[in-house]
């Protein structure tokens, strides 16, 4: 594993930095405004997308700088260490965009491609369900055939940003009598009709993350469907290859930077002549960088035989159980001050709580980890 950036690598970071330096979004809105916090993020992208700083790993054709895989890794590296937002539509960015690409007609991607990019439709991902979280082939909704559409009937469960998205990456099960992975379809469903129900999910933080959908006739063109009937989860398995292409490197880099802030608070509390408190430091600082370097070793395998290894179930799991520690130690250190409403550590304790359940559980990392690295037997 070279950790060494080539001549290009190096340029292409230098001039992210510089024009990270000269572009700032402003302060976050302030009493967690989550609709004025959402038109930030979007004239953020907007911003981005006009010196095609939204979509990096995009080919130049579709808006992009056609960035390779390190170079995308660089611009969520340095995203991070500017302290810069996520675009808005990053779910259209790093999933929707890319599996469009691979699966989409001219047509498909002629129409959606560019409205990604520039924030004007935000997208979401309707594939989770009460009964099929992790095991996703196990959908219930259903997708049946009517003249040139097909109704939609059934429920999806956090979904990220359905409140304000246009468009949602939707898998239904259009075959009743195939196996359960082959009678599934991809759709692009428009969320802006009747039939069609978004209830958001008040977290513990108190903010609405995600939501139920609640798809009772909703219609969708036969035009919208990406990459065959039948042919759902392939083209479901690309969106999720997708999923933790680049975000590891954006959430390690918040996770250090969030070991830092800690550090600094402890710091001027004079709380780091505490061999017990520099000792839990440490020990954060190095699954830190163990969580760094693994990110990139990540990397080198996808360079080295052209997909994902098993590095991102690891940096997954290694970065929720870290995240974890560290907003619990956070708390306990700087004591009832960071049990406050409204205070940072709060918000970063309860919410550091998901960690383990968004983006793959926990427990399915660490079977896939068994399974694909340690060759453990399959759990029956």
Not at 23 to 34: H, K, L, Q, S, T
Not at 162 to 191: E, I, S
Not at 278 to 297: F, N
Not at 312 to 335: I, V, Y
Request: glycine fraction near 10%; charged fraction near 25%.
């Amino acid at each position: 594993m070279d950790l060494t950036f080539n001549e290009r690598e190096t340029a292409f970071r230098d001039e992210l930095r510089a024009w990270l330096a000269a572009n700032d979004p402003g302060p976050r809105p302030e009493d967690a405004d989550e609709d004025a916090t959402f038109e930030w993020m979007r004239s953020w992208q907007r911003t981005m997308a006009a010196d095609k700083w939204a979509g990096v790993h995009w080919p130049e054709e579709y808006g992009g700088r056609g960035a390779t895989i390190t170079e995308s890794a660089i611009f969520f590296e340095e995203l991070g260490r500017a302290r810069r937002p996520l675009p808005a539509n990053v779910l259209g960015i790093v999933m929707g965009g890319p599996t469009l690409m691979v699966w989409g007609t001219d047509e498909q991607k002629e129409r959606f491609l560019p409205h990604i990019l520039d924030a004007s439709e935000h997208w979401c991902q309707g594939f989770s369900e009460p009964e099929a979280g992790s095991d996703l082939a196990a959908l219930k909704t259903r997708a049946v055939k009517d003249g040139d559409d097909w109704v939609v009937t059934g429920q999806k469960v956090w979904t990220s940003g359905a409140q304000y998205a246009k468009w949602c990456m939707l898998v239904a099960r259009t075959d009743m009598d195939a196996p359960k992975h082959k009678g599934l379809t991809y759709f692009l469903m428009d969320m802006e009709q009747e039939g069609v129900q978004v209830r958001p999910l008040r977290q513990i933080t108190g903010s609405a993350e995600f939501n139920e959908l609640f798809l009772e006739g909703a219609r969708i063109p036969d035009a919208n469907v990406i990459g065959g009937v039948g042919n759902g989860w392939k083209v479901a398995l690309t969106t999720l290859m997708n999923e933790r292409s680049g975000l590891a490197f954006f959430l390690q880099v918040r996770l250090r930077q969030l070991l830092d802030d800690v550090i600094e608070e402890a710091a001027s509390r004079g709380l780091l002549d505490d061999p017990v408190v520099a000792d839990k430091l440490a020990d954060l600082h190095v699954k830190a960088e163990i969580l760094r370097l693994t990110a990139y070793r990540g990397l080198t395998a996808i360079e080295k035989y052209g997909q994902p290894g098993p590095e991102g179930s690891l940096t997954k799991w290694l970065w929720s159980d870290t995240n974890q520690q560290l907003t619990s130690f956070a708390a306990e250190l700087f004591g009832d001050w960071a049990y406050t409403a409204g205070n940072r550590w709060a918000y970063e304790l309860m919410r550091a709580r998901g960690n383990s359940i968004e983006g793959g559980t926990t427990e399915i990392l660490k079977n896939i980890i068994a399974e694909r690295v340690l060759g453990l037997p399959r759990l029956k």
